[in-house]
């Protein structure tokens, strides 16, 4: 019979590797709250339409990538391919409403596309992003970017730029798209069966391709920066002015569009100098203007970004150990097992991490078994400690032993692991 195996472009987060992706989350949403931004989770399973109708029906996302299926009611559901759409959602439905504005959201969790697996890409993965919600200027733009790169910054990540666009507004864009369209159309049988397709879906998705010939063509092409009309200009260089304020460096990158239907006006990523331009970006985001109403909610304006905490944490190293070290307890002989469960309950509850071993292995085994799981100390129950009511408190490290009562061991075990602590 062959395993179960688990599904492609999912993976399994081991004990050793999993505190840096809980690192760099635990990290985003402490730099977020210090900008104001609360916690809000969401549900993982959402209606079809909501991404349909939010991210857009002829973005790859929804037209390629979505887990949807019908559930046992009838409904089209779908597994959140990002959270936005989402968070604004609850926002709407909610008493987040009538809040004061911006009502400023953070959301870490895990995010599914059916996205070809690869380095950093994969088909679960997980997002932390922000929201501000309910306020149209363009300084709150830079504000999230800055939660963002300050984010970045504590985790130690160099190496990073930010590039920054605007993609115009409803005034503006057509004209631009326009002229795209135009100057791409004598070129549509040299494109891609893909990107052809693209041409006639959102001719805009081309800007960002990879391929060698069309970035030629497009570069001698119409350029996002010469129809802004005058509102979109200011807006970007208020941006630009906040991001200055602010210190980040950033860069305007022209064919910066994103691959989400609900962008109006800024847009930007954070790169990586280890990932492969923009399509391994490490976060990215933009205003969301009109998003609300075409979810069929009163409008608001709104800007966020999203974060990859798998690419995120690829570019960590692991947390520093917390230097309290474990303690294993050791029963030595079935009459024992109960005083140990009762030594390793009162050690727990002095804040120790303690691995209970109260089987029938030998004390060797058992002192070996400590000493491969890391134990710094163990603590060993046999007939004679159980006579005089004593601990045999081993130092694993020091390989030094002392037997001490049983009411003084978890002090003298607190002592023995701090004493390791500082010896290193
Ligand atoms: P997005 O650019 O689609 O934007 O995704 C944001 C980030 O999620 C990416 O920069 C990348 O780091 C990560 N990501 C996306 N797909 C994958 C994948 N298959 N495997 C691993 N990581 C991935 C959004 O999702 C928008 N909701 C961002 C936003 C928030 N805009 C405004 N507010």
Known sequence: MTAVQRLRGTADWLPQDLPRLRRAEQAGLAVARAFGYGEIATPVIEPTELFTRGVGDTTDIVTHQMYTFTDLGGRSVSLRPEGTAAVLRAFAESSLRQAPRPVRLAYAGPMFRHDRPG??????????????????????????IAVAWDWLRRLGIEGTTLALNSIGDATCRPLFRAALLAHLAPHR???????????????????????ASLRAILASGPQIAAFLCPACRDALA?????????????????????GLDYYVRTTFEVWHQSLEGAQNALLGGGRYDGLLATLGFPDAPGVGFAAGLERIALLTGMPPADGSGTVAVCSIGAAAVAAAIRLGTALRGRGLVVVADVGPRSARAKLRGADGQGAAVACLLGDDELRDATVTVRDLRAQR????????APDRVAATLAAGAAAG
């Open 119 to 144: 380095r950093g890409r994969f088909r679960q993965f997980h997002q932390l992003g922000v929201e501000a919600i309910g306020e149209a200027d363009p300084e709150l733009d830079a504000e999230v």
């Open 238 to 258: 208020r941006v630009e002015a906040g991001l200055r304020a602010y210190g980040i460096p950033y860069q305007v990158e022209p064919q910066l569009v994103r």
């Open 189 to 211: 049988d040299r494109l891609a069966p893909l990107d052809r397709e693209r041409l006639g879906r959102n001719p805009l998705r081309l800007l960002d391709s990879k391929d």
């Open 401 to 408: 032993q002392e037997r001490v009562a049983v009411a003084d």
